[in-house]
């Protein structure tokens, strides 16, 4: 990855600098973002990006709990509130937060040091030794926690023991403010919605590191510096760059990772797998769904990891050969599905060729004319024009789709058909006649429900009557025919002619205080109502 940002900087690739393509500049570090599928690997990436003296900053808040400043903050806090977890304590003992080294902690397990912040301290150990100084400063914070927010701790933390000031000498000192600053907003954020402790914020805070945890990946970028970007593969939706590098493409995907595996299908009996090769034959089918298709979803992750590239895209196809293929589709890594899919492509190039990222770019095959910018730009346009007009649409969607207040009567929505207002659902205004308070939604669904409240559900009678002077209430007296035959298929279906061949209300309000008896009341119900 490192190699691959290096030769595009030393190479000069060209990026548009302006939406038709008229104009093309030198790409430059920030147009850069490298997409992983897994956080895991995000420790090794940033060990070959500071080897290669390439300024980076993650910014999907599921990295950032990855982040080795944000691990040491954590970690610290974590000493603070558990005394009895010695392998914490020593963890956050060599920290940078507290800088104790090897030698500190043999000096003190020698001197016969515990590793507890409450045990007495030995008589051998001077006062000024860092290990008699960190267990000081811990313990004082383990008692005050009680008093304070998860946010106040983390923030004790930063302050007390420089992590803002010690993040000057390293190369990403605003990238590291940016993290610390981050975490201790969600921290505070997370005490305002569940009112919890410190030892339940940082099992949370643990869980937004874990690879299965799917959290909200936002955080706010800093645009002011020229920094390569790195994400994850769902943070990156709907987002695009001018240069893409997908990383991590050799993992292979998680699957039965040994044991004994049994599953009870809801229809009963067992299915069992005790390793790879021997397993039962309603084994793979009685998973749940989730993991079916894991498969599929890693296809559709990496459609959309690919489709974030504007003008240039890598991709590591480095992995391990195998003698025979794969027995399943999920076994296969997203290398092997992308070096698959790539076969006879027109060239390749090594990054790693030489020094400095500055390989070759052999061709593996016949060179082929690319088509001239112009035309590759007007059947693009075409293929996204077309692929933005949807092929369904829902009765929520149509009403969301017209636009507001004055201009909507001369415009048009996203299917090309002029906007009405009656089909506008709009925030109802408090000042309104009797007949119209209350009531919410578009004006033809309000005439629809007036009809309806009136009409004989049976046979229909006063429908004529009902309709036209309820169009005229809504103000859409030109749709006095869709209203009827909206009238006409309620009336006309099962559930209304049922509810009419018996005891019945129109609307009922209902008032419930707990989801017990919301149970209660709908499955203890044994009359039909009409209403909403």
Known sequence: MAAAVRTALAQRWQVADAPDGSCWRDVKLGDIAVLVPARTSLPHLEDALDAAGIRYRAEASSLVYRAREVRDLL?????????????????????????????????????????????????????????????????????????????????RLAVDRRMLEVAVGGPRARDVWRRLRFVIDQARAWSEAEHGGLRAYLTWAERQGQETTRVAEAVLPETDTDTLRILT??????????????????????????????????????????????????????????????????????????????????????????????????????????????????????????????????????????????DWYRDITRIRERVTRPVAMSASQLEGSQLSAAPRLAATDRLGVPADAGLAKDARDLELPPWNKGR?????????????????????????????????????????????????????????????????????YVGLSSASECWKASSTSSTATMGS
């Open 75 to 155: 970690t610290a806090a974590r000493a603070a509130d558990d005394p009895s977890d010695p392998l914490t304590l020593v963890a956050a003992l060599r920290t940078p937060l507290f800088g104790c080294g090897d030698d500190d902690l043999w000096t003190w397990q020698q001197a016969g040091g515990r590793w507890n912040i409450f045990a007495p301290r030995p008589d051998t150990v001077p006062a000024g030794h860092p290990v008699r100084d960190a267990f000081s400063n811990l313990g004082r914070l383990h008692n005050d926690r009680t008093w304070l927010a998860p946010s106040e701790v983390l923030e």
């Open 233 to 374: 593969i769902h943070a990156a939706k709907g987002l695009e760059f001018p240069v893409v590098i997908l990383s991590g493409m050799s993992s292979r995907p998680g699957g039965f990772q040994g044991g004994f595996e049994v599953i009870w299908p809801p229809e009963g009996g067992c299915a069992f797998k005790l390793r790879k090769d021997i397993q039962t034959g309603d084994f793979d089918t009685a998973k749940p769904i989730d993991e079916q298709m894991d498969y599929h979803e890693r296809i559709r992750l990496l459609y959309v990891a690919c489709t974030r590239a504007r003008d240039h895209l890598v991709v590591s196809l480095h992995r391990k050969e195998r003698q025979v293929a794969p027995d399943a589709d999920s076994s296969w890594t997203n290398a092997e599905l992308l070096a698959g899919a790539c076969e006879g492509a027109p060239s390749a190039m090594p990054l790693d060729a030489a020094p400095g990222g500055s390989g070759t770019s052999p061709r593996s095959g016949p060179a082929t004319e690319p088509p001239l910018y112009q």
């Open 440 to 508: 919410y939604g578009t004006a033809i669904g309000r005439a629809v429900h007036g009809v309806l409240q009136s009409v004989d559900l049976a046979t229909g009678r006063g429908l004529d009557d009902a309709v036209a002077a309820q169009v005229l209430t809504e103000g859409v007296a030109e749709h006095g025919e869709i209203v009827t035959q909206l009238v006409r298929a309620v009336l006309g279906s099962a559930a209304v002619q049922r509810a009419a061949s018996r005891p019945h209300w129109r609307e009922t």
